[in-house]
């Protein structure tokens, strides 16, 4: 995988979320902590990787023990983006017990969550041939609120975005092409609608829709649950005219012959809908 700079978490959005997080899990406070541990009580936790992964999350684990404390600190080990193996330590927590038990749920919540998304990312990227001009991509199926931080994540594997949000770009789905009366309809109301700047993606399903998408002007064309033959059949139809993206399917097996017919990208749901959450602890030292 090559080493790209890593876009930085906008901090309201990852004030955002932690505020939302402890908010779910402590605005009515923690009856066992408070119980049983004094604010005497100094500690320092290790976070440790329970398996091989690939890091993603730092920014927020950090806020996460800001907001519950902010005489907590909290040192990073490895970067976002590193490749860990079971054992090695991504971060190590010190200060005061009491916060950091009350934040150490919410925290991990939402480490072993980023981090097998960039984990799943890395295991499709590392997929792609030597050389190969093809990107991994996420889409929107993302879970809900927390967009931005599984975005980031996927980045962190390796990966790009597509789309931020609906107003980001026009992309003519099956069923905007059924409301329009057709693929060449929907292509030509999107490019009397849609401000100059704006590129026209429309999804195919077929040799046919995809022929007239091109003769309309589409910029993208999604190449949607196409086999490997007719893949190979329809990059060659568009012979460089538009921008080659394809979904549905998607396995870890078909990514390098996928990336072989000469697609530009290949968007993947289920980086973000599907991923394991990974085996993180945070251990007493």
């Known amino acids: 995988m090559s080493e790209r700079a890593?876009?930085?978490?906008?901090?309201?959005?990852?004030?955002?979320?932690?505020?939302?997080?402890?908010?779910?899990?402590?605005?009515?406070?923690?009856?066992t902590t408070d119980a049983t541990v004094p604010m005497s009580v100094e500690a320092q936790c290790v976070l440790r990787a329970r398996e091989p992964m690939t890091l993603a999350g730092m920014p927020v684990f950090e806020a996460v023990f800001a907001a519950v404390d902010a005489e907590l600190v909290v040192e990073a080990k490895a970067r976002d983006g590193a490749r860990l193996a079971k054992g090695d330590v991504a971060a190590v927590v010190r200060g005061r017990a009491n916060p950091i038990l009350k934040g150490e749920r919410v925290a991990l919540n939402f480490a072993q969550r980023m981090c097998g998304v960039a984990s799943k990312t890395a295991s499709l990227v590392d997929a792609l041939p030597a050389g190969s001009k093809t990107r991994i991509t996420d889409t929107r199926k993302t879970t809900p609120g927390l967009r931005a931080l599984e975005r980031y994540a996927v980045r962190c594997g390796g990966g790009h975005n597509h789309r931020d949000d609906l107003s980001s770009a026009v992309l003519i789905k099956d069923n905007h092409v059924a409301a329009a009366g057709g693929v060449a309809e929907a292509i030509r109301r999107a490019r009397d609608f849609a401000p100059h700047t704006s590129k026209i993606e429309c999804e195919v399903d077929t040799m046919e829709q995809l022929?007239?998408?091109?003769?309309?002007?589409?910029?993208?064309?999604?190449?949607?649950?196409?086999?490997?033959q007719?893949?190979?059949?329809?990059?060659?139809?568009?012979?460089?005219?538009?921008?080659?993206?394809?979904?549905?399917?998607?396995?870890?097996?078909?990514v390098p012959i996928i990336a072989?017919?000469?697609?530009?990208?290949?968007?993947?749901?289920?980086?973000?809908?599907?991923?394991?959450?990974?085996?993180?602890?945070?251990?007493?030292?």
């Open 6 to 31: 890593l876009p930085p978490l906008p901090a309201v959005v990852v004030r955002d979320v932690v505020e939302r997080a402890l908010r779910e899990d402590l605005a009515r406070g923690d009856v």
């Open 211 to 228: 022929e007239v998408a091109l003769e309309a002007g589409a910029d993208i064309v999604m190449l949607d649950n196409f086999d490997d």
């Open 230 to 254: 007719t893949l190979k059949r329809a990059v060659d139809l568009v012979a460089g005219r538009a921008f080659v993206e394809v979904s549905g399917n998607v396995t870890l097996e078909r």
């Open 260 to 285: 072989e017919a000469g697609v530009d990208a290949i968007s993947v749901g289920g980086l973000t809908h599907s991923a394991r959450a990974m085996d993180l602890g945070l251990d007493w030292s």
